[in-house]
């Protein structure tokens, strides 16, 4: 699990950093200064990667499976939250 942990921090950091990046790219792109046009497939893969990260690590302990299917569980069924 910790090595999960440890991807999935990495993962975070460096999507946050191309997230931030990003930002600065397209207020550059608008302003006419400065266009990298691969830019966004980096953000999108790096987001990809990201997701499938942190599928993995909520594998182990079945946290999102869990919390998912018991929103059908409901006495009520109402499904706004997730019942617990």
Not at 46 to 65: E, L
């Amino acid at each position: 699990m910790e090595k999960a942990l440890a991807r999935f921090k990495f993962i975070a950091y460096l999507a946050g950093v191309v997230l931030i990046l990003f930002t600065i790219e397209i207020a550059l792109k608008y302003s006419g200064i400065l266009e990298i046009p691969w830019f966004a497939q980096l953000h999108g893969i790096v987001y990809m990667v990201y997701v499938v990260i942190a599928f993995d690590m909520s594998q182990p302990s079945k946290t999102f499976i869990a919390r998912y299917f018991s929103c059908f569980n409901c006495r009520n069924n109402s499904c706004y939250v997730i019942c617990c």
